[in-house]
Structures are given as structure tokens and as C-alpha cells.
């Protein structure tokens, strides 16, 4: 069984719906021996009345309490960092704070703005929009050091008003070969994040599955590491697409997965 590694509980994750019973009853159910729990952290974000942060000791505690209660069920220690410029070293920081098994690092805002709520940059072509949002993972990915993940490449991409909008490879090869370079160089994985492919079919898009040009480019330069998350936050979504993402990864030739335990990666077989 192949890990789920990105999801959130409504205990830490100010957006999440889900409680952290709930979630392993799901997984549970859903046949998993273990999850990856990676609630938001945002070092800097705009005021949109959320908290999102949270006391990374607290968290800590709870966690065993959670270990507990999980049972045979393995639960992964994890946190998603939101980056924008400037606040790598804080990120740094938090992450050697305490004994974290993963750290995913996202962006989840374009130039300062939440994209989900303010649509200003659809309104740039396509392909600006993802050259310059490859580019600040890039940036992210080149900057910080103390992470395992880079999550959700095609964020942007999920709330996109044109439907026949998609991140592609060939659309910023520069952009992408700088991220996978920074990934690769420092070990660390790319993720494929589930929760896009089901929101791809959910919005009618063209298309729904990640890029191939994407995937084989980042294989081509050496890239071993990629990790699939769900990136649940409401009951019913977790492991969401894991089917359809495990079957177009084993066509396009890939054998494994990873997860990250203590920080270290772990392959599993498709
Ligand atoms: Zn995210
Ligand atoms: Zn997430």
C-alpha cells in the first residue's frame, strides 16, 4: 500500500473539516497501515481572520496522544510550510524545533495574494502565470534546506477559471529544470498531489493527470523521489484519485514511491 503523506485535521489546520478520529478511521477502512499527518503552517499570510499557526510543542504532545489512539495505524509526524521570500530562515527554525518525520514546503500565494480568493492572476496568460509560480518553488526549493517535500507543483492550476489552462513541461522548462535541480541535488521528493487531479475532474478541466513532459523530465535529471498525498481536510477525501495516480505513474514506467520517516525517505513499490 502506498503511503498517503499530505493531510490535515481540523485540531491544527485552520481550513480543515476533518477530526483526526475520523481520519483514521478512514484510513483504516480504506485499507492503509500508514498516513503522513502534515498540518498548515504559515509563517507569513495575508489576514483572512484564520490562524495559521500554531504551538509546534503542543502539537508534539498531541501527537503521542494521537499514536495512541491510531493503534496499528502509523502515523507520520509531519507539517506543511506555506513560503513566500524572506521567511526561509524562520522555516529553518520551525523545522528543527522538534522531531518532525516529514516537512512538506508549499506556495500557496502568488505575488502576496491567496489565489483561491483574489482571481486577479487569472488573468494573465497561462503561461506567465505558471513560469513565474515554477519559479518561486524553485526559489523555495533552492532557499530552504531543512524540508523532504515539495508539495502540489500544479496549485495554482486548481483554481483556474479556464479550464484548458494546465501546468505542462513545455510550458516552462526553464522554471521546471531549476526546481528539480534544487530537488534533486538536495534529496528531497516531489509530490503528487491527489487532491488536484480530483479537483481537475471536479472543475471539468481538459485535463486531469499530471503532466507527463513533467514527470519524465524530472526522472530524466536523476529525480528518485516522489512521494502521493491526498492532501485530505474533509471526511471522504482521503487517499482521493490514489487509484488513477498509481496506475499513470506505472505507465509512464515509475516502480516506487517514497515516504519520509525521522526525515528519511523509504521507497514502496507501486
Ligand atoms: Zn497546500
Ligand atoms: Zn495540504
Known sequence: MVTDGHNHTKHFSPDAGQSIDELISEAKAKGFTRIGITEHYEVEYPDDGLDWTFDLKEYDKTFEIWRERAGELELLKGIEFGYVPGVEKEIERLSALIPFDVVLLSVHLFRGKDFYVDRECY?????????????NMAEMCEKCNNYNVAAHYDYINRYADNKSD???????????????????????????????????IDGGFTRNLPDAGILNRYRAMGGKYITLGSDSHFPGTFAVCYGEAIEYLKSLGFTETVYFKDRKPYFEPL
Open 166 to 200: 494546465f501546468v505542462t513541461y513545455d510550458e516552462c522548462p526553464k522554471e521546471f529544470d531549476r526546481l528539480f535541480e534544487a530537488l534533486i541535488s538536495k534529496g528531497k521528493a516531489l509530490e503528487i498531489n491527489t487532491k488536484s487531479i480530483k479537483k481537475h
Open 123 to 135: 488573468k494573465l496568460p497561462a503561461k506567465e502565470l505558471h513560469g513565474e509560480y515554477i519559479a
